[in-house]
C-alpha cells in the first residue's frame, strides 16, 4: 500500500508561484507513474500533469503548459509542482496520485493523496 502526501499549498497573488511537493511512502516508487490533479469548487476533477517512473516523459494539460513543470527525485521518493505565473483559475484542491498503468499519461491512477489547497487572488 502506497501513501501519497501533497504538500506546499497556500493563498499567493496572481502572478507568483508555488511549488507543491508528493511525497510517497512504500517500495515501489520509483516504477509508478506520478500524475498531478486539481478539483476547483463545482468542477469536475481535471488532469493538470504526470511524468514516468524514469521522469524521462512529461505530460501536461493545455491550461498549464509553459507555466507548470513537473519533476521527480526518486533518492527522495518525491514529485514535484512548479507552479509560475500562477492565475485566478489555477485556485483549486491539488492531488497526486500514482499509477502502475504501463500506458502514459495513464488511464487510471491505483493510489490518491489527501490534496492541498492553492488559491490565488486577483
Not at 489555477?90 to 487510471?108: G, I, L, R
Request: glycine fraction near 8%; proline fraction near 3%; charged fraction near 20%.
Amino acid at each position: 500500500q502506497e501513501r501519497l502526501v501533497e504538500s506546499g499549498g497556500g493563498l499567493v497573488q496572481a502572478g507568483a508561484a508555488l511549488r507543491l511537493s508528493c511525497a510517497v511512502s512504500g517500495r515501489a516508487f520509483s516504477s509508478y507513474t506520478i500524475g498531478w490533479f486539481r478539483q476547483a469548487p463545482r468542477k469536475e476533477r481535471e488532469f493538470v500533469a504526470a511524468i514516468t517512473y524514469s521522469g524521462a516523459s512529461t505530460a501536461y494539460a493545455d491550461s498549464v503548459r509553459g507555466r507548470f513543470t513537473i519533476s521527480r527525485d526518486n533518492a527522495k521518493n518525491t514529485v514535484y509542482l512548479q507552479m509560475n505565473s500562477l492565475k485566478p483559475e489555477d485556485t483549486a484542491v491539488y492531488y497526486c496520485a500514482a499509477s502502475s498503468d504501463e500506458h502514459f499519461p495513464p488511464d487510471d491512477y491505483d493510489y490518491w493523496g489527501q490534496g492541498t489547497q492553492v488559491t490565488v487572488s486577483s
